[in-house]
């Protein structure tokens, strides 16, 4: 079980990096 929570913070992580990559926070503002 604890491996499935692990797995879902990376994939969490990785949808975050994504996000901040393609979409940096000060375009997320403008």
């Known amino acids: 079980e604890e491996g499935c929570v692990v797995s879902s913070q990376m994939k ?3 949808s975050y990096a994504f ?6 926070p000060e375009a997320k503002e403008a």
């Open 12 to 14: 969490r992580a990785v």
């Open 19 to 24: 996000v901040t990559k393609y979409f940096p």
